[in-house]
């Protein structure tokens, strides 16, 4: 045989030895979310809060305490998070916000949120209006595909 099939064959095993580790790797990190879920939902609680700000900053410059930092994976403390600043009773403290729920938080409005330590998981319900959201720009591959009839 050439050794151009012997190298496409080397290729094949790598890329399936690699899907198959990759398969297994996400196996882990879906139960470790599944308990990380859990730990969360255990711990929640429900809180009257005041929300003063909203932003995506990086975990370094939040003003989060310095234990939360250390805890913290390297690689995670250069990505921007959703940390919502909140005044609960007479103190203001910087709270983590889910990313999932994070475009719904209101600014400068009174809410009741789940909160689990210092992590933001929820909105319950809000005092006053719900101001109507803008709808998101339509992007260029959208259009094409709305003239397209897709």
């Known amino acids: 045989m050439a050794w151009y099939v012997w190298l496409m064959i080397i290729i ?14 996400g196996k882990k990190a879906e139960k470790r979310k599944i308990e990380q879920d859990k730990a969360i939902a255990a711990a929640a609680q429900t809180v009257s809060m ?15 305490p310095p234990a939360v930092l250390a805890q913290t994976p390297k690689y995670m403390r250069r990505a921007k998070t959703p940390v919502v600043k909140v005044k609960v009773g007479p103190t203001i403290t ?6 999932e729920i ?3 938080v209101p600014v400068k409005k009174e809410v009741k949120a789940v909160v689990s330590g210092l992590y933001l998981t929820a909105i319950k ?13 339509e992007g260029f591959m959208q259009r094409m595909r709305k003239r397209a009839g897709m």
């Open 12 to 25: 094949t095993a790598v890329i399936v030895v690699a899907a198959i580790g990759l398969y297994f790797l």
């Open 50 to 64: 005041l929300i003063i700000d909203k932003k995506r900053v990086k975990l370094k410059d939040a003003g989060l």
């Open 94 to 99: 910087t709270l983590l916000c889910a990313p």
């Open 102 to 104: 994070f475009e719904d």
């Open 125 to 137: 319900g809000q005092h006053g209006k719900k101001e109507a959201k803008e709808p998101k720009k």
